[in-house]
T-cell receptor
Framework: GQSLEQPSEVTAVEGAIVQINCTYQ??????LSWYQQHDGGAPTFLSY????GLEETGRFSSFLSRSDSYGYLLLQELQMKDSASYFC????????????FGTGTLLAVQP | DGGITQSPKYLFRKEGQNVTLSCEQN?????MYWYRQDPGQGLRLIYY???????QKGDIAEGYSVSREKKESFPLTVTSAQKNPTAFYLC????????????FGPGTRLTVT
């Protein structure tokens, strides 16, 4: 089977840094994506790691270690608008070219 | 403006009725996807299509059907065989080689009573 594990909730204060971890066990692996979803809204793509290492996009960074089946999303200089759910998703690739999503981490940013 | 549209935003049906959810995109994407999201849960793949006139079952296809007659459109029918149809349904699209970067529609919240 496929499994992705993320913490269910994380709380942080404005201006702080928060890390959301994702560990996975899947039948195939091409890369790890991250999505943000505000309450009741559509998920939006944040980042993708196809190779090991750190990818930086503004205040957000994402890291992947394939040997550890582990990745994380790092959010810096937290703002109230960052309060949302964050999902990691594994790209299976090959003939089954699809994403498998984790259950999501609800981030609450407090003033 | 390019994007994905889903209609309607809210849909109410009686048990035993089939219902079709609309999804249209003008991003020129080859691939389209249907997901179901239940409260506090992640997204579960129902069906996906990588090219016109072809589609594959996802992880929870039972009780659902799709068609892909046009590149822009990927309608989902929730049949009476689906035991728990009440959920938030999300449609997405991507370039065929960029499945990792999907663009989502605003979703349809279906309630069946």
């Amino acid at each position: 089977g496929q499994s992705l594990e993320q913490p269910s909730e994380v709380t942080a204060v404005e201006g702080a840094i928060v890390q959301i971890n994702c560990t996975y066990q899947t039948s195939g692996f091409y890369g790890l994506s991250w999505y943000q979803q505000h309450d009741g809204g559509a998920p939006t793509f944040l980042s993708y790691n196809g190779l090991d290492g750190l990818e930086e996009t503004g205040r957000f960074s994402s890291f992947l270690s394939r040997s550890d089946s582990y990745g994380y999303l790092l959010l810096q200089e937290l703002q109230m608008k960052d309060s949302a759910s964050y999902f990691c998703a594994v790209r299976l690739g090959g003939a089954t070219n699809k994403l498998i999503f984790g259950t999501g981490t609800l981030l609450a940013v407090q003033p | 403006d390019g994007g994905i549209t889903q209609s309607p935003k809210y849909l109410f049906r009686k048990e035993g009725q089939n219902v079709t959810l609309s999804c249209e995109q003008n991003l020129n994407h080859d691939a389209m996807y249907w997901y179901r999201q239940d409260p506090g849960q992640g997204l579960r793949l129902i069906y996906y299509s990588q090219i016109v006139n072809d589609f594959q079952k996802g992880d929870i296809a039972e009780g659902y059907s799709v068609s892909r007659e046009k590149k822009e459109s990927f309608p989902l029918t929730v049949t009476s065989a689906q035991k728990n149809p009440t959920a938030f349904y999300l449609c997405a699209s991507s370039y065929r080689d960029s499945v990792y970067e999907q663009y989502f529609g605003p979703g349809t919240r279906l309630t069946v009573t």
